[in-house]
């Protein structure tokens, strides 16, 4: 997996979990397994960063560019992969 398509990953699938929470509120013990599995997926995808950021690279995912010079961009910082 590159680091650009783990970065978008790591951002959806806490996104996905609360969608999967929702849909299943009703029923607990389904719904504390979505939490967990979605914990465990973005613990993983988050520690396959680990590598890139402590070898001093910071990998990055660029959205769209906003205008000329200005991009939406995520970029993974040591201090930030420390809080991950």
């Known amino acids: 997996m590159t680091p650009p398509t783990a970065i978008g ?14 849909l299943t509120g009703r ?4 719904r504390e397994a979505v ?3 979605t914990s465990l997926l973005t613990f993983g ?6 590598r890139e950021v402590t070898s001093g690279s910071r990998p990055e ?5 906003v205008l000329p010079g200005v991009a ?4 993974v910082e040591p201090l930030g992969m420390l809080y991950a």
């Open 72 to 75: 939406l961009a995520f970029q």
């Open 45 to 50: 995808v988050v520690l396959t960063l680990v």
């Open 27 to 30: 029923k607990p013990n389904l």
């Open 35 to 37: 939490t967990i599995l």
């Open 61 to 65: 995912l660029e959205l769209a560019e």
């Open 9 to 22: 990953i790591a951002i959806l699938l806490p996104l996905l979990g609360a969608i999967g929470i929702q």
